[in-house]
Every structure is written in C-alpha cells, then in structure tokens.
C-alpha cells in the first residue's frame, strides 16, 4: 500500500468515526459547528465508556450541590463594598444628587410644558448678562494681583497688555508750574507737612550720590494721602559702568486707597512670600513704552524696580539694569531704609541739603507708570490713572 493510500484510508476512517460519535452523542439541536468541533476533540481525548475521564470530572459533579458554587446573589458587589468600607471606618455616601445649576433650576421649576418658556428666559437672560461683563467690564478683570504683606491693597496687578488709552487718563501737561524752585524748603519744613514719617536710603551702592529731593505737593492725588517724597541719587559722569540713565530714586508715599502698580504678565517676581499669599516685596522688570499712537507696549532689560512696604509707607525704588542695578542691590536699599531724625542728621548732612517742592511731576521714571486704584467708598469702582496726572480721574466702568 503506498503512502498516499494510507492517508486515504485514515481520513476515510476519521470522518467515518465523527459521524458515528455524532449520531451516537445525544448533544442539544442548538449547538453551533464550534461546539460540535469541541465536544468531538473531547471525545477524541477523553471516553466515559472506557472509563477515561477528564481531571477532576467526579469530584466535580460530586460537589455540584455545594453553596461555594452556586451564583451570586444580586447587589453582591454593592454589599461587599459596604463591608469593605466598615472594615475600614470609611465615609461612603449613599445617595448621589446632580447638583448641577440646571438640574435645579429645573427641579424648581417642575417640568411641565407651561414653565419650559421661562426656564428659557431665564438662560437667557444668564447668557445675555455673562456676555455684557465680558465685553462691557474693565480688561484688568482678568488680571492677577501680587499684594505686600501689611497692606490690604498694594502691589502690582498683572495683565496681559495695555488697557485702552480711552481708560487712562494721560500725563499732566505744563498747566502747572513749579512753585518756587529755587528756593526750596528745609527738612524740617518738609517733614511738618508729610503725613508719615521721612525715610532715608542708608545702604546706596558705591558712587552714587544724592542729587534732589523732591516733594510733590497740590496734585489732587487721590490715590495718596498726603505729598510725595522722592529722592534722586545719581552716578558721576566719570563712573566706568555708566551704560543706563547711572540713577536710582526712591519714591514713598502713604496711600489713601488701594494702589497697584499695572504691570506685564511675568514680569513681576514676589520675594518671600507667607501663606497669605503676600510677599515682603515685588521686584518687577521692565516698564511701559510709549510708541508713539499706539498702545503702549511692555520693555524689559532695562528699568528695575521694587515695590516695598514698610510701617504703611509705600517705597518705588528704580535703578537701571545696564548700570548693574538689578533685584538684589534694590533689596539692600530697601533693608538700609531709616526713619529720619532731625537732629542726628543735620550734624551729617549739613545745612547745604533742600528740598524742592513741586506741584507737577516732572520728567522720570514713574512718568508713563500706569496705577489701579480701588477707592474706598466708591461706588464707581477701581479706575486706572497715569502717575504722571493730576485731577479728577476717569472712571472706567
């Protein structure tokens, strides 16, 4: 017999031997040809005629009445869960509500078709109001503020860019002029008519050299309690790093509201904040350029500036970042800042120092710095004013 002949023959024999275990195995009429293709492979390996059995088939059906392998019972996992979480002395809420705005309002409401038209009133009437603020409300609404420690309202406000020029009162032109100049005041003048205490920058860095003292007064500043004081100090015309404008003033004021600075989004730095939220002092970078008519536009790399804060008086102190004034060297001007004494200081100072008293804001560095101020009281809300004006300011809502 040749080797084809066999294979023949052997599949001749095993179709012969699945039909005969088809029609001898009594199996159900809805078995798929998956299933009869499975019982034939069982067949194949395993048969209960000659007593050869699958692994485990007696004890199998022998334990078939046992409770451990009968179904579960329904809400088994929700029972298990609530054992789980008593075990554990966990909180589980039992009943889940939508809470949702909507879902309410509609609760309220009741659902039937009478009161589905004011429902939608109601929306839109929402929708109609949430895109009036959007549009209509001031574009600082958006910002985020950076406040100092002490005070319920200074710092810095961060925006995304400049607000419209309509909402900024512009800087004051010459309709002021300066008030006696030339003669100035002594110290002891000024100080009688500040609202707080004088301040003297004791730790300036090497090679700069007190050049004003100014005192602004009859701005109309509503936004300060009081006059400005600012003090001027600047480089020789022979200092080797002499690369920015060689200045650093230091500007302090007691405000009657609640003041911030507008700034550049990123471009103020908190230093050492608590858990309020409140810093010790803000160091920003840059200021605001005007171009021209156009809107102002952030430049940094160059001004620096810390806002500080100490026994109620707000200090401005500005250096220039090409004459190597920068967050640290401000710092240390800030920590070397001393209330002013009288007497000690005129044996120092000599009689040789004035003041010179101002009714404008000249030319500097707070010129095109632009402030938000809250006013107490107000029911017209907060409203940004150039530093550089005077007047009554212009609401923005």
């Known amino acids: 017999m040749s080797m084809k002949e066999f294979e023949r023959q052997q599949n001749s024999e095993e179709t012969e031997s699945s039909s005969l275990f088809i029609q001898k195995c009594h199996h159900p009429g809805d078995f798929s040809e998956d299933e009869l293709a499975f019982a034939q492979e069982l067949n194949a390996l395993f048969s209960p005629e000659a007593e050869e059995l699958p692994p485990y088939y007696v004890p199998t059906l022998l334990d078939s009445e046992d409770q451990r392998f009968d179904p579960v019972e329904r809400g088994f996992e929700y029972k298990t869960s609530a054992h789980v979480f008593q075990r554990l002395k966990l909180r589980r809420r039992l009943f ?34 949430l895109v009036t603020v959007a549009f209509t409300g001031p574009s600082f609404a958006s910002g985020v503020a950076l406040l100092l420690r002490g005070t319920h309202g200074s710092g810095v406000y961060q925006v995304p860019r400049y607000p419209p020029l309509g909402m900024v009162r512009p800087p004051s032109t010459d309709e002021q002029n300066v008030s006696d100049g030339d003669k100035g005041f002594s110290l002891l003048a000024t100080q009688q008519q500040m609202h707080f205490p004088m301040y003297f920058p004791q730790n300036m860095p ?14 109309n500043q509503q936004w300060a309690d009081g006059p400005m004081l600012e003090f001027e100090y600047s480089l020789p015309p ?20 609640d003041v911030l600075q507008l700034v550049k989004d990123g471009a103020s730095v908190p230093i050492q904040m608590d858990n309020n939220g409140r810093a010790l002092a803000i160091y920003v970078d840059g200021q605001w350029d005007m171009l021209g008519k156009n809107s102002p536009v952030w430049t940094s790399g160059q001004r620096s500036e810390l806002v500080y804060q100490l026994n109620g008086v707000i200090f401005w102190i500005v250096g220039d970042q090409r004459d190597g004034i920068g967050e640290q060297q401000l710092m240390q001007i800030a ?38 101020v809250f006013p107490e009281g107000d029911n017209n809300g907060p409203y940004y004013i150039n530093v550089g004006s005077y007047g009554p300011p212009k609401s923005v809502q």
């Open 335 to 372: 920590q070397g800042l001393t209330p002013h004494t009288i007497d000690r200081r005129y044996g120092m100072m000599g009689d040789t120092i004035s003041v010179q008293q101002l009714n404008k804001n000249v030319p500097g560095p707070f010129s095109n710095d632009v402030i938000v």
């Open 238 to 257: 022979s200092a080797v790093a002499y690369k920015g404008t060689g200045k650093i003033w230091v500007r302090e004021f007691k405000p009657k509201a």
């Open 206 to 219: 090497l090679a700069y050299s007190l050049e004003h003292i100014n005192l602004y007064v009859g701005l």
């Open 96 to 129: 889940y509500t939508d809470t949702s705005p909507l879902r309410v309002l509609n609760a309220a409401m009741g659902n039937s078709p009478t009161r589905r038209p004011l429902l939608v009133l109601v929306a839109t009437f929402l929708l109609v109001m």
